[in-house]
């Protein structure tokens, strides 16, 4: 973690009207500085900048912050990026107090791994640029397509070549293990060699801030797959990424709403007709976090699908990738066109208006999700409407609570055919999980049961959050398109670890102890640990489900043992505080106390019979298959953040819920109050 007093002697250093000012035209309003929102379209300034109290704030959109903040929200980079590089520009280093050489070598490695991964694909995207003007074939497609040079230069599109060893004009050693991790090269069994991407229209991949992670490539003659992407490398998830979102990023502030198509010719169609502010999945279901990332670019998405039953398939998968994420003030649409149009062919047919007319059209997501749910029962009779109903309740649960949320439940009532009261009290019977999608396949029903437990409200009101590293979470559901393909996919990062819990009720299910009496405290020493919590703060109850966050935690310390040597006191303590994560404090003790720092070494240590050895047994196999994280103490540290900002927000609430009428718990609430602040400026939620 970064000191929270570096981060307060940062702020005091840098001016924030210097960093916004490199972005935004400011000028002079009275004490204040004034200019244009850079967060949504806007004609008259209402966005302002206070020199004095050091933040910025807009009184149209609402967007508010330090320095920090801003180049969070305005560029794209995560907590640690933005603190860095605003050290850099006051000359300050940020501390490594908390790391240990080891890490510190490991973070080197890591940052010398990504730039040789950029110079790579660099030197390709230059590559495909050049066969590209080379290649009449591919740009009488390009043509055929309505594309001008000039909006192919834009996009930097550019063509694969048709010759199986293309790159090796680009890379003299095309053995470097470096092509094969890009994902430009394929290896196969034999140890030949390959490119990846042979006779496609290459569509280069970028981050938030423009740097090249991966390519799309489509091809123009007969063969399968249509489309196939990059696989999954150290820059690159499909699962994160939104393709054009760079390209459209002052279009969508322009049009104050951002476009979601389903394939990259739909983006660069689109954009060839005037409309620029479109971006697309790619080729996989939307994720929780492709939804936060177009959250972040506007608070108005309309998600526009193919007509068909595929196009309304994925709409529905994208309207529950959103609930998670629903607020008051943001607005998601569905746009549905005509069965034989994708959005390319619409606006190439009929025109840039015909489709804005359209978006005017979207339906709300409130009224598409009411609408879908309707259609699968028969609301004529009062089974179908029970069943309704029943279908509902976890998509229901599954939205934070909110204006909207009362008023869709409202909407419901009435679909049913039961008054606000009725509704309610039905809710409150028999209070339904939160959405959470099915299995990938091929997971075993024990991995069924966990990902189905693992939304459950284990604590009286303070739910799991699932939290995710590398951005795979229960909700990253897989496409069923069959024109996408990923060859060479590494094994999840992060995913989860599928021993410790199974069928509930059956031979599968998790067997820790019953008892939870206590026995055999810590005692300091090696093999002294029994390893048995009981079901207090902190503590994990056995014969359930283990909750995902603390199979999450535990996977990650397995997996980068490493970690444990920075743990504190202060990261102990949060911990303490997150719901059921007694076996996670407990596997930090014992490692630190035995110096185990194998799943191997670890099991010797733990007692055989105890609850945290019956853990390491299930997690073995998982996370000796299991692939290094790219970051995993940013994931860590991160996890942390978001335990102790759940955390504090409980307590608040029942601190307010006393009326705060004595000295010591106002005093406490506004300690926890300025605590969520900081948390909120490192981008938690």
């Known amino acids: 973690m970064i000191p929270e007093s570096f981060i307060q002697d940062l702020l005091a250093r840098v001016d924030v009207v210097d960093i916004v000012g490199r972005y935004v035209?400011?000028?002079?309003?009275?004490?204040?500085?004034?200019?244009?929102?850079?967060?949504?379209?806007?004609?008259?300034?209402?966005f302002t900048v206070s020199p004095t109290k050091q933040f910025y704030h807009c009184f149209g959109c609402g967007a508010h912050g330090s320095a920090i903040t801003f180049l969070m929200e305005h560029t794209g980079t995560s907590f640690p990026e933005a603190v860095r590089t605003l050290a850099a520009s006051a000359g300050m280093t940020v501390p490594e107090e908390n790391r240990s050489p080891r890490q510190q070598q490991e973070s080197a490695r890591r940052k010398a791994e990504e730039s040789r991964h950029t110079q790579v694909l660099d030197a390709a995207q230059a590559h495909y640029l050049k066969q590209l003007r080379a290649s009449p074939a591919a740009i009488r497609y390009l043509k055929q397509r309505g594309l001008t040079g000039e909006i192919a230069a834009h996009f930097g599109l550019g063509w694969s070549g048709t010759d199986r060893h293309g790159l090796s004009q680009v890379f003299p050693n095309y053995e470097d293990?470096?092509?094969?991790?890009?994902?430009?090269?394929?290896e196969s069994e034999d140890g030949r060699r390959y490119d990846r991407f042979r006779e496609r229209i290459m569509f280069p991949i970028r981050n938030v801030r423009g740097s090249l992670i991966g390519f799309g490539g489509r091809i123009i003659g007969k063969g399968e797959p249509k489309y196939l992407n990059s696989p999954e490398t150290p820059l690159f998830s499909k699962g994160q990424e939104l393709y054009g979102l760079w390209e459209a990023r002052q279009a969508i502030r322009q049009e104050g709403q951002v476009i979601v198509v389903e394939g990259y010719m739909d983006v660069v169609g689109l954009a060839q007709q005037g409309i620029a502010n479109a971006v697309a999945?790619?080729?996989?279901?939307?994720?929780?976090?492709?939804?936060?990332?177009?959250?972040?670019?506007?608070?108005?998405?309309?998600?526009?699908?193919?007509?068909?039953?595929?196009?309304?398939?994925?709409?529905w998968r994208a309207l529950q990738a959103c609930l998670p994420v629903l607020r008051d003030d943001i607005a998601i649409r569905f746009l549905f066109l005509?069965?034989?149009h994708d959005p390319d062919s619409y606006v190439r047919e009929l025109g840039a208006e015909a489709f804005r007319a359209c978006l005017g059209d979207a339906v709300a997501l409130s009224r598409f999700l009411l609408d879908e749910l309707a259609s699968r029962h028969n609301m004529t009779e009062a089974e179908g409407r029970a069943s309704c109903l029943h279908e509902a309740k976890p998509l229901l649960a599954a939205i934070p609570e909110c204006a909207l949320r009362v008023q869709i439940?409202?909407?419901?009532?009435?679909?049913?055919?039961?008054?606000?009261?009725?509704?309610?009290?039905?809710?409150a019977q028999q209070p339904a999980k939160p959405f959470a999608p099915a299995p990938k396949p091929g997971a075993g029903a024990g991995e069924a049961a966990a990902l189905a437990g693992a939304a459950h409200d284990h604590d009286g009101g303070l739910p799991d959050m699932g939290y995710d590293f590398a951005g795979h979470d229960f909700h990253d559901i897989p496409a069923d398109e069959p024109d996408y393909a990923d060859y060479g996919h590494f094994p999840s990062q992060g995913g989860e670890p599928s021993g410790a819990s199974g069928?509930?009720?059956?031979?599968?299910?998790?067997?820790?102890?019953?008892?939870?009496?206590?026995?055999?405290?810590?005692?300091?020493?090696?093999?002294?640990?029994?390893g048995r919590r009981d079901n207090d703060v902190g503590g994990f109850e056995g014969r359930r489900t283990m909750p995902s966050l603390a199979k999450r935690l535990l996977g990650l310390l397995l997996a980068h043992p490493e970690l444990v040597d920075s743990m504190g006191d202060q990261q102990l303590e949060v911990i303490d505080h997150g719901p059921h994560l007694g076996l996670v404090r407990d596997l930090i003790m014992l490692a630190q106390s035995s110096g185990a720092r194998h799943v191997g070494a670890l099991l010797e240590a733990a007692e055989p019979d105890s609850d945290l050895a019956t853990v390491l047994k299930g997690l073995r196999a998982d996370i000796l298959s299991q692939e290094d994280l790219p970051d995993p103490q940013t994931e860590w540290d991160d996890a942390l953040r978001r335990i102790e900002f759940d955390s504090a927000k409980v307590e608040m609430a029942k601190l307010a819920a006393t009326g705060l009428t004595t000295d010591e718990a106002r005093k406490r609430y506004l300690e926890l109050s300025s605590r969520m602040a900081v948390l909120k400026g490192a981008g938690i939620r």
Do not use: Y
């Open 503 to 530: 069928q509930r009720g059956g031979k599968q299910e998790w067997k820790g102890k019953s008892d939870w009496k206590g026995k055999g405290d810590w005692k300091g020493g090696k093999g002294n640990w029994k």
């Open 25 to 46: 035209q400011l000028r002079k309003g009275g004490a204040n500085l004034l200019g244009l929102c850079p967060f949504h379209n806007e004609k008259s300034p209402s």
């Open 338 to 340: 005509p069965s034989e």
């Open 177 to 186: 293990p470096t092509l094969v991790e890009s994902g430009l090269v394929i």
């Open 409 to 427: 439940e409202r909407e419901m009532a009435k679909l049913v055919q039961l008054t606000p009261e009725e509704m309610a009290q039905v809710l």
């Open 281 to 315: 999945t790619l080729g996989t279901a939307t994720t929780p976090d492709h939804v936060k990332k177009l959250l972040r670019a506007s608070d108005k998405v309309i998600f526009s699908f193919d007509g068909d039953g595929a196009g309304r398939r994925a709409a």
